[in-house]
């Protein structure tokens, strides 16, 4: 089915002068709403669709002082007056627009009126996604993204499904087909100790990425738990208290593996 033109949609937060989002200096438009609920969420408050409460544990009362609404509704025209703002900085810096989230292919009639708008005005454009979204959608996007930042977390379905709550049978088939369509493409992997860092995973990882054309590099993300205290706010549980973050040392050690597809490899977004 053809995707219409949206008048707006939903989002938590525009940043300025992203240096991590893509190439140059970008402005980053979060979606808010994601099909996945990854254990290891860094934005657990870019899941939900709607607009929700942010609770600050350190106000105890109960009135409306102690928290802030997350996410608004925004018009299509009101997300790009931001994006234009900031032209003269992308020319310099080829850099650009990044959109993030959440996962903004969930929301592709809104995504797809500002990627039309960008590639209109000559603005460079990128896809930060989880690569989560039916082949339709996929096709009617992927001409107007000039790079993709596709995450790949696992290549088995079944611990796919267990840690993220969706099997990726469906992802791997889209990274495939933007792959064999010549999208420009830097796959990103979370790197999760006692997760995703075992050698028959990440063996797993290389072979499938040996296999696709058109990958421009792979960054490695170490895991962090600086999003801990957002969970608090939301009232979620926080399930990685007892997982560590990755040594240097393991870093290192998983992009020499990541080095044999003779892909450039950085550690970091
Ligand atoms: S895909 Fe990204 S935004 Fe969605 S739950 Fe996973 S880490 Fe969070």
Redesign the pocket.
Known sequence: MDLGIANSGIIFDIKKFAIHDGPGIRTTIFFKG?????W?????E??NFEPEKFINPKIEDTDSENFEIIGKNISVSDVFKEIEKETIFYDESKGGVTFS???PLSQPEFLLSLLKLCKNNEIHTVLDT?G?ATEDILKQIQDYVDLFLF?LKFIDSAKHEKY?GIPNQQILKNLTQLSNNGSKIIIRI?IIPGINDDDVELNKMCDFISALNNIQGIDLLPFHKIGKNKYIKLNLPYKMENFNEPSDELMKKIKLKFDTTNITVKIGG
């Open positions: 994601c099909p996945l609920t990854c290891w969420c860094h934005n657990p870019s899941q989230g959440g996962e989880s989560y995450d993220t979370p």
